[in-house]
Every structure is written in C-alpha cells, then in structure tokens.
C-alpha cells in the first residue's frame, strides 16, 4: 500500500514571497503519478499541477512548481510570487497506474498568505 | 456548463437513518469516486466505479454502500451500520482509465445526530 506524508500541517508566508510544501511517499511502483490539490475555504478541491514519474522534467504551472526527487521518493511544492487567494489547503496525493487511479492523499498543509 | 454536482450542500440526519448522498457529473467521465473528508485531515477513499454496473470498495467502504446505474451518476448511502457519519464527502469523476485527473464536486457536509 501506498502512503503520502506531509510533514508540515501549517505554513505561514508573506504575500509576493516564495514558499515550499514537502511531500514524501512510499511505494514500490515504478509507475506513477503525483498530484498536488488545493481546497479553499469553499471546500472545492482544485488540481494545481501534476507530475508523471516516468518524466525526469519537473512539471510547471504558472506560480507553481515541483522539485521531484524520484530515488527519494520526494516531492515539494514551490508556489513564487504568493498571494493572497493562495490561502488554503493543500495536498500531495499519489495514484498508482495499475490500481484503478485511485489517489491516496497526504493529511495536508494549512498555508495563510500574509499581507 | 459541464461539471460534478453534489446535493444537497448541508444534509442532517438522526442516528440510525440511513442517508443517500447525490452526484452527478455531465462530463461524460467513465469514472467515478467517493471521498471522506474529516477535520485537519486528507481525503479517504471509499469507493469508485471505472464502469456502469461496476464498482469496487476503497479504503474505508464499511457502513457504506453505492450503486452505479447509470454513468453520470453515482450515489452513495450512509447506512446506520456506519459508525462515525460525520463528515464532509466529494464525488470526483475522470474521463477513463487512461486519463488521470480528478474532477471534484462541491461536497456534502453530511451532519448525524
């Protein structure tokens, strides 16, 4: 089984700085796919970016991007230039390929953007 | 505008009622999932269809049961069997087995008294 671990429940950065959200999983596959969600006060769980594990390339979106350490199973978010609707909840989640693509998630991260 | 809805938004129940929670998603998506959701916490599987007349138990299916008719819909009972009620619950849907996203709906705050 597949487990995600976010070790940081709360995090607290200045507006137009730049913050990193840790993530670690465990799993014996090879083939896989990382996820990092956000859920705002709504509730409203939206995709942020996506990463393949076969991809050695770090995916990118916009503000947000991934540093994926494959060997060590790592895999951080870095949101630059935060603002305020950046506040929120967010999770890493992992999906094994050969499992139905269910998501196993992390527990989360609090992240308040400060003005 | 396409999408997942879930209702009712807010659903109380008493103790010992079973409690159907509705999703809906006109996206066309061959699959579909139901999360829990407690307090401070990540998202827990509890079960997910790939397949009309198809579905499968996640992680926490106990006290749950779901039932896949038709492909844009997928409604999950709250049976009295289920000890811990209590929680907010999101429906997601995802085109097929080759594509990987989750789409989420808005969640229901199911409340058992």
């Known amino acids: 089984a597949q487990t995600v671990t976010q070790s940081q429940p709360e995090m607290s950065v200045q507006e137009a700085e730049t913050v990193t959200l840790s993530c670690t999983y465990d799993?014996?596959?090879?083939?896989?796919?990382l996820f990092w969600y956000k859920q705002p006060p709504s509730r409203q769980m939206i995709l942020v970016i996506r990463?393949?594990?076969?991809?050695?390339q770090n995916a990118t979106e916009n503000r947000f991007s991934v540093n994926f350490q494959k060997a060590a199973k790592s895999f951080s978010l870095k949101i630059s230039d935060s603002q305020l609707g950046d506040t929120a909840m967010y999770f890493c989640?992992?999906?094994?390929?050969?499992?139905?693509?269910?998501?196993?998630f992390g527990g989360g991260t609090r992240l308040m953007v400060k003005p | 505008d396409g999408g997942i809805t879930q209702s009712p938004k807010y659903l109380f129940r008493k103790e010992g009622q079973n409690v159907t929670l509705s999703c809906e998603q006109n996206?066309?998506?061959?699959?579909m999932y139901w999360y829990r959701q407690d307090p401070g916490q990540g998202l827990r599987l509890i079960y997910y269809?790939?397949?009309?007349?198809?579905?499968q138990k996640g992680d926490i299916a106990e006290g749950y049961s779901v039932s896949r008719e038709k492909k844009e819909s997928f409604p999950l009972t709250v049976t009295s069997a289920q000890k811990n009620p209590t929680a907010f619950y999101l429906c997601?849907?995802?085109?097929?087995?080759?594509?990987?996203?989750?789409?989420f709906g808005p969640g229901t705050r199911l409340t058992v008294t």
């Open positions: 989640a992992f999906m094994n390929n050969n499992a139905g693509n269910m998501l196993t």
């Open positions: 997601a849907s995802s085109p097929g087995p080759t594509a990987y996203e989750q789409y």
């Open positions: 996206l066309n998506h061959d699959a």
């Open positions: 269809s790939q397949i009309v007349n198809d579905f």
């Open positions: 990463q393949e594990a076969y991809k050695q």
């Open positions: 799993t014996s596959e090879n083939n896989y796919y």
